[in-house]
């Protein structure tokens, strides 16, 4: 397919060419091809990329060209952008089979339009609008056509009103589009517009009067919100049909029927909870077979329960070659063969499961586009448009399901033939054949490009398993061969996490512990100094109080692990008088505090260390410094560990960041709050106190006060509160929370177009636009003195406008 | 030799100028003078002051105007300096080079941190507070003697 390219249009083309209102090209491949090559070789239009797709007939050109101004080499356009559709010196347009499939990727025509039109866009703004549109462009090749945009004064179609939008905008920021003012403030999706005044029905006619039939049937069939292929029989069996299985991709996976000769290729089948509808688009002398079947058993070759066909649903568009309807549906074998008049074809039977096929007998050079989609009965539920990106519906065939139909789906990619960037010759590009989704509704959108997907989380809301999808890379490698930079990406260690302690008390033999409520708090008290109890209790104790071992208040979140409520024992005597408590079960237990995400809020690095810092604090702990670059873009999952003899706590900081959890920060503390019994206890307790306050003082932080098994380094250290262990932490927030300081990003607006951003990549200058700044360079090839070799180097050294 | 005298709008570390084409005209090579800083002197066919740019296909250089003097015979000296990005564009833009900064987002990263980051004296402190908080508590009584 590689096809050498010849520069004539780039050489030869002068201005007064380009002036020229109308040009018309009978071979599509090598009118984008060099239309591609002037673009990509004129400052001024910075960029162009055509895809071409072989699948079809090459019959057709998009033609793009400046309306005034010159386009000679230095010289800059001031001339309106104009991206028209011409038609052909034999008046090709009239038949389906020269369909353009030409496409342009429309994140290369805006800079096209701003430059074209002598913008003043400042870059800024344009790389704002180029990042809109590609959020929102995508290359399938069902719209392969449907970005037609043609400004000239005649029409304006466009599927996507936000590309309209901006176009429209573009030419309003130079006032070039005055006599536009007729328009809508916005453009439905869809809708075609007229320049120079008149309404959306005038329009919409004018294009219907106007337009031929290849044109029109396909902007029906892009406006439904829906989409496919449009083929050419003659060229999908060689070509289309190869492609596919030279990719894997097998054709009955598709979801829309590709009619061609003596080959059948079937709609899988839908699990019906509505109607199910059959458009076929261009039908003309033709014969077609349809067939439906109750289960989705396909069936190899035509049989299977056919649909019987009426006329009493028929709805037939206004250019004639679309027609739309209703026929019902039965279960009987009936083949029914469609001459003129072509069918929606439906169900009023509402069968459980419907598998259709349709079937073209005649081999000749017309498109047809078969398409199957669940609709209502009155057809005006706008679906999203694509392979079975249908609610309630299971496509695929019996026993397929959506979550295994997606994936297998849009892993298959197909390959184009694109035209290269350096050589001009057409290179292989991969792309995945999925449908766009027109903004309706959801607006998230699909972007499948060289295999890789945007919108993972669009195809979750689907229902597709996107485990094994690529994540969309946003940046472009410039070289797929030469990969750059390298950056290593270490797979994360997993999760190092220690168990846990073990909760059972072996200790249980020796003493008791028990949670006690207000009120036995006060029976205990009572009991303690009972006369009872002092003398049972001094033939054991000295002290009689040294039966309790610990009193303290224990705080946490939830409910203690306990047990059965139970009389005190202390020592060997039983309390009485209600002396009694829930007897603690475990010895540890833990909080799950829940987790935070951190998120990133520049995107860029003053997000991390040492620009952003972060903080956590922990209740009974204290303010602990945390690794920004652990922190930023993870969640950060928070776990205490509190034992209850002592109310020791540790605080376990749990980050997962790329799918792995790892305990990264291990804090402790104490939860416990002593209450003494004694004078003696009460002096211990403060003199442990004030010793943690003189400690944080003196600068030398215990353990207690720091609470912390590992402080990590920060480039200033600022003490947020003292101690806020034990007695103070009851005293202190008891909501853990983590705090993030951030700079305040103090960059120029048109910061990356006088001093760029950081890349580090290795390219070819020729590869790159805008500001670039080079590190290193090797200047081979250029044939100078050695004088102006060093200059060369300089000036790239110091930053040139490539 | 014959030149293309004419002036350009572009900055100077442009790789490949604009250019508006004054006139094209014969000029002699000041004796002495060098390819990369020329003097062409032509006969003033234009004024001067619309003129800063120089292209000499023969040479395949374009040139800077540094500098115009009037010499006698209305004769204009143009003192030029090459302008070596444009002259030599195309053989540049095949050059390899390792980029230390670019313009666009798709070829630069902007977590690459090259101290280039700007940012105010002043913090935004944001904080980010767990669902749960300590909301209970017990007292705990440890007694000798167990069950």
Redesign the interface.
């Known amino acids: 397919m590689a096809a050498q390219v010849t520069n004539w249009l780039y050489d030869d083309m002068t201005k007064a060419h380009w002036a020229n209102a109308t040009w018309s090209y009978s071979k599509t491949e090598d009118t984008l091809a060099k239309l591609f090559k002037y673009f990509s070789s004129t ?1 001024q239009l910075e960029a162009a990329n055509f895809i071409y797709d072989h699948a079809i007939d090459n019959n057709y050109g998009l033609i793009i060209r400046p309306i005034t101004g010159t386009l000679e080499d ?3 356009c001031t001339g309106v952008f104009d991206c028209t559709i011409s038609e052909t010196q034999d008046n090709k347009w009239k038949g389906e089979e020269n369909a353009i499939y030409g496409q342009f990727m429309i994140n290369d025509l805006v800079p096209m339009v701003w430059r074209a039109c002598g913008l003043q866009v400042d ?1 800024e703004h344009q ?1 704002y609008y180029l ?1 809109k549109v590609q959020t929102h462009l995508i290359a399938t090749r069902s719209r392969a056509n449907a970005h037609i945009i043609n400004s000239a004064g005649t029409v304006c179609c466009c599927v996507n009103k936000e590309i309209i939008d901006l176009i429209i905008e573009a030419m309003d920021l130079e006032g070039m589009f005055d006599t536009h003012s007729s328009l809508p403030d916005t453009i439905p999706a869809g809708d075609i517009v007229m320049d120079g005044g008149g309404s959306f029905t005038q329009c919409f006619n004018y294009c219907v009067s106007n337009l031929q039939s290849g044109v029109w049937s396909q902007l029906v069939s892009e406006n439904p919100s829906y989409s496919g292929f449009i083929v050419s029989p003659s060229r999908a069996l060689s070509d289309l049909a190869s492609l596919f299985s030279n990719n894997g991709v097998s054709i009955s996976d598709y979801a829309y029927g590709l009619v061609s000769a003596s080959y059948t290729y079937p709609i899988p089948g839908f699990q019906l909870t509505k109607y199910v509808s059959l458009t076929i688009y261009n039908i003309r002398d033709d014969t077609f077979t349809l067939y439906g079947d109750v289960n989705t058993n396909i069936p190899t070759g035509a049989h299977g329960k056919a649909f019987s066909l009426t006329n009493s649903n028929i709805r037939q568009r206004t250019d004639g070659n679309c027609y739309s309807g209703y026929i019902s549906y039965t279960y009987d074998t009936i083949t029914h063969n469609i001459t003129a008049a072509p069918y929606w074809v439906g169900s009023t039977n509402t069968p459980e499961e419907l598998a259709m096929y349709a079937q073209n007998y005649k081999d000749d050079d017309d498109i047809y586009r078969v398409s199957a989609r669940m609709c209502n009965w009155n057809v005006d539920e706008i679906y999203p448009e694509g392979i079975s990106v249908l609610e309630g519906a299971t496509p695929g065939r019996s026993g397929t399901t959506s979550s295994d139909f997606w994936p297998s789906w849009t892993s298959r990619a197909v390959t184009l033939q694109t035209v290269s960037v350096d050589t001009y010759d057409f290179d292989t590009e991969t792309f995945i054949p999925i449908g766009y989704c027109n903004p309706v509704g959801d607006t998230t959108q699909i972007d499948m490009q060289l295999g890789k997907i945007r919108g993972r989380e669009y195809l979750q809301k689907l229902g597709v398993n996107v485990s094994n999808i690529e994540e969309y890379d ?3 490698d ?1 070289d797929p061969d030469d990969p750059d930079p390298i950056i290593p990406d270490p797979e994360p260690d997993p999760d190092p996490t220690p168990d846990d302690p073990d909760p059972s008390d072996a ?12 009120a ?2 006060g029976a ?1 008290g009572t009991f303690l100094f009972s006369a009872d109890f002092i003398s049972a209790i001094q033939n054991m ?1 000295a002290e009689p109080l ?15 692990p306990v047990g059965a409520n139970e009389r ?5 005597v039983l309390g009485t008088g209600g002396v009694t ?1 829930d007897r ?1 079960s475990e010895r540890f237990f833990t ?4 987790s ?3 998120p990133e ?1 520049y ?4 997000d ?1 260390a040492p ?1 952003t810092t972060v903080e956590i604090y922990l ?2 702990i204290g303010f602990c410094p945390l690794e920004t670059n652990d922190i930023m873009n993870a969640s ?1 999952k ?1 776990i205490y560990t509190i034992d ?2 002592s ?1 020791a706590c540790v605080a376990k900081i749990y980050c997962t960041k790329k799918g792995v959890k790892q305990e990264l920060y291990n804090f402790n503390g104490n ?2 709050v002593q ?1 003494p019994l004694t004078g003696r206890d009460f002096t211990q307790g403060v003199v442990s106190v004030i010793s943690a306050g003189i400690g944080l003082l003196s600068g030398e932080p215990t353990a207690m006060v720091l609470g912390a098994s590992r402080i990590l380094g920060s480039p200033y250290s600022i003490r947020r509160s003292g101690n806020v262990g034990a007695n103070m932490g ?1 005293m202190s927030n ?14 120029a607006a048109n910061y ?2 006088f ?31 050695e ?2 070799r060093e ?2 180097l300089q ?2 050294l ?5 | 030799m014959l030149i293309k005298i004419g002036r350009t709008t572009s900055e100077k570390n442009r790789l490949t100028k604009n250019f508006t084409q004054v006139a094209e005209l014969n000029a002699t090579i000041k004796e002495g003078t060098s390819i990369v800083n020329p003097v062409f002197i032509i006969h003033a066919q234009a004024n001067p002051g619309t003129l800063n740019y120089v292209k000499a296909p023969d040479w395949n250089r374009n040139y800077h105007i540094l500098d115009i003097t009037a010499l006698p015979g209305e004769r204009l000296a143009l003192k030029c300096h090459v302008d070596v990005l444009t002259s030599f564009a195309s053989s540049i833009k095949a050059c390899q080079v390792l980029v230390d900064k670019q313009q666009k987002d798709s070829v630069s990263s902007k977590y690459i941190d090259d101290g280039s980051y700007v940012t105010e004296c002043d913090d935004v402190i944001q904080c980010y507070t767990y669902s749960k908080s300590f909301n209970n508590s017990s007292t705990i009584v440890i007694t000798a003697g167990g069950q």
Not at chain 1, 546 to 560: E, F, P, Q, S, V
Not at chain 1, 591 to 594: A, L, Y
Not at chain 1, 603 to 606: C, P, S
Not at chain 1, 764 to 778: D, F, I, M, N, P
Request: with cysteine.
């Open positions: 400052p230095g010289v800059s870059e790389l990042g946003p940046i472009i410039p200790s249980a033999k020796l003493y008791s512990v028990h949670a006690l409520s207000a036995e708090v205990l104790f040294d039966c309790i071992i610990a009193c303290y208040t224990l705080y946490y979140h939830g409910t203690l005190l024992k202390l020592g060997s408590g603690v909080i799950d505090f829940g935070v995400k951190v809020f995107g860029n690095v003053e991390y620009y209740p009974y950060v928070l209850t003899y109310g939860t416990a209450i009851a008891q909501t853990p929370y983590i705090i993030v300081k951030r700079p305040k990003a103090y960059n990356p177009y001093y760029g951003q950081p890349s580090w990549w290795s390219t070819t200058l020729g590869r790159l636009s805008g500001y670039t700044r080079v590190k290193e360079a090797h200047l081979d090839g250029i044939v100078c003195t004088e102006e200059e060369i000036l790239l110091a930053g040139v406008m490539v």
